[in-house]
Structures are given as C-alpha cells and as structure tokens.
C-alpha cells in the first residue's frame, strides 16, 4: 500500500487490520501504529488507531493491562478477548468474500474507451 490511501477504504478495514496484529502478539498503541507503517499503512495516524483501540475494548473485543515502561509512563497493552478472536474469523471470511466479488468484477474486460485506446 502506498502513502496515499483512501482513507474510506482503511476506516472499512481498520478494525480487521487491528484484530489481525494484535491476535499476533499483544501490543501498547504506538507499538501497533509502528506495525501498521511496517505493512505499508505509512500515512496512519495514532489519532486514528488510539480511538479504533478504544472502541474494540468498549465492544469486549480487547482486554488491557498496564505495563511499567523504562522510558516513561506505563503501556497500555492491548490483547483480543475470545469475542475478539470470534469477530476476527468472521471479518477475515467476510472480507475475503467481497474481496473476491470485487476482483470478479475489476477483472472483467473493459470496451474500448471512447478515444479508442484499449484498457
């Protein structure tokens, strides 16, 4: 992914890509931010991940715990709940199932346009 996504695209998908890190290995927020950039997410903010994080846990589908730090205040760090885990395998399915219908549709042929150049 580029620096410059849409970001209607990413807010559609932020909460998967949250469940997916995080059922790799708990992580604190700035910790999953860093990850995002990692994949190519360069242009998320913690503003947008700090809020997303918030609500999982509002939604049961995070626990946190406190984590003294060395370099300053203690960590929040941020784990799925079994309801987080159940959410994820959905999501996961649900995603890949209008991935595909979208790329069915993308893959088509396109006509001519109309200064006659093939696309």
Same mark, same amino acid.
């Given at each position: 992914?580029?620096?410059?996504?849409?970001?209607?695209? #990413?807010? =559609?998908?932020?909460?998967?890509? *949250?469940? @997916? $890190?995080?059922? /790799?290995?708990?992580?604190?927020?700035?910790? &999953?931010?860093?990850?995002?950039?990692?994949?190519?997410?360069?242009?998320? #903010?913690? =503003?947008?991940?700090?809020?997303? *994080?918030? @609500? $999982?846990?509002? /939604?049961?589908?995070?626990?946190?715990?406190? &984590?003294?730090?060395?370099?300053?205040?203690?960590?929040?760090?941020?784990? #799925?709940?079994?309801?987080?885990?159940?959410? *994820?395998?959905?999501?996961?399915?649900?995603?890949?199932?209008?991935?595909?219908? &979208?790329?069915?549709?993308?893959?088509?042929?396109?006509?001519?346009?109309?200064?006659?150049?093939?696309?």
């Amino acid at each position: 992914m580029t620096s410059s996504h849409d970001p209607q695209l #990413l807010k =559609g998908v932020l909460s998967l890509l *949250l469940l @997916r $890190l995080l059922a /790799e290995r708990e992580s604190y927020g700035y910790e &999953v931010v860093q990850r995002l950039h990692e994949t190519g997410f360069v242009d998320v #903010l913690e =503003g947008t991940v700090y809020p997303a *994080l918030a @609500r $999982l846990e509002r /939604e049961g589908r995070l626990a946190t715990r406190l &984590v003294p730090s060395p370099s300053g205040p203690a960590r929040k760090y941020y784990r #799925l709940t079994p309801d987080g885990h159940r959410y *994820l395998r959905t999501a996961t399915d649900t995603w890949n199932r209008h991935v595909d219908g &979208v790329n069915a549709v993308l893959r088509r042929p396109l006509p001519n346009d109309p200064e006659g150049t093939p696309t």
